[in-house]
């Protein structure tokens, strides 16, 4: 019988077309201003434009998806900041 532990950070991971959610919500609010730019415009040029406008938005987005290099999420600062010298010998047990 398979046991399966509880995931907690299921959302960190969670992706949607490809993106995280926070690059998603990014992509949606550019298609929502794109909406809104080709509703109130006239011109079959600034509509073309605004499609290949999102199509590299997603291109980019998934490119920075996928190296996790650009942006590194880890914290800045260590868990405790002290001004005594590290000796390199470690009294806490495994």
């Given at each position: ?9 299921i ?47 997603y ?36």
């Amino acid at each position: 019988m398979k046991k399966f532990e509880i995931y907690k950070n299921i959302r960190k991971r969670a992706v949607i077309f490809g993106l995280p959610i926070s690059l998603f919500a990014l992509m949606m609010v550019s298609i929502l201003a794109s909406l809104l730019v080709i509703i109130f415009s006239f011109s079959l040029g600034i509509i073309i434009g605004v499609l290949v406008l999102n199509a590299v938005l997603y291109i980019a987005l998934t490119r920075i998806a996928s190296n996790t290099q650009l942006f590194q999420t880890a914290k800045a600062f260590p868990k405790i900041i002290s001004n005594k010298r590290n000796s390199g010998i470690d009294y806490e047990k495994d």
